[in-house]
């Protein structure tokens, strides 16, 4: 007799998704980690090391602890970007596993150079392709995860199990996000999608084309609303725009709508 994974949210418990990755989800529900951040630990059935990615935000000495249990040998963790609630049990993570960590950025990279795009690993029984996929940060990685016939792909904030993604307009932008949502539907349209907040869906591709047709209206009512307020681009306030564009939203959302519509007026102003 078999025992079915318990369906996202399961705190506390390392839930198995696919026959080669489980998660651990962190009790940091919030306005932008939704019901909290996914540690994913990767691992083909046979292998005898796992792969994590993403140790968690700060303070997540248990947290750490029922991955490193779970995972067993761990032989590298990857890092998805530089937000903090991705990167912030890092030190912890390396002091428990000994693991050498790897990411886009050499700030988050120890022991082993950075990620390189379309660089391929073979660990824990399986062939992880790092795919770059800014957008929601400079920095964003995904990566294409294979075993057998198998296909899913991590990732991390680029898209979601739910909502969607708030671009940073530190260092994101929405061409780049364009561009990495359209080489994800084009790399992964069937792979299973494995997100690093909320829950995960047997499909990258349809996920995928909801987020893109939905930053494609955002951008329509944005170009409406400078129609309407008479400002161009180049002169428009972003919170003015919020207030329009989001009128019918929730006004404790509109700090993270202030932070896409940034990206947005960005994005027009170098069309």
Known sequence: MTTESPAHPA????????????????????LMELDGTNTWILRAPDSDTAVIVDPGPPKSGRHVRAIADAAGEVELTLITHRHYDHTGAIKKMRKRTGAIHRAYSPQFSHGAPRLTDREVIDAAGLRITALHTPGHTADSMSFLV?????????????????????????????????HSLNRLIVEADDATLLPGHG??????????????????????????????????PQRAKPMKVVRKVYADVDRSLWPAAKMSVKTQLEYLRTL
Do not use: C
Not at 21 to 28: H, I, K
Not at 148 to 166: F, K, P
Not at 205 to 212: D, L, Q, S, T
């Open 11 to 30: 705190y506390g418990t390392v839930r198995q998704v696919t026959p080669f990755a489980s998660v651990l989800l962190r009790d940091n529900p919030g």
């Open 146 to 178: 294979q075993w057998q016939d198998q296909r899913a792909v991590i990732t991390g904030d680029t898209i979601l199990g739910r909502g969607t993604t708030v671009l940073d307009p530190l260092d994101g932008g929405l061409g780049d996000y364009f």
């Open 199 to 232: 829950p995960d869906h047997p499909q990258l591709g349809p996920v995928a084309r909801f987020y893109k047709a939905h930053r494609e209206e955002r951008l329509d009512q944005i170009r409406q609303a400078l129609d309407d307020l008479r400002v161009s």
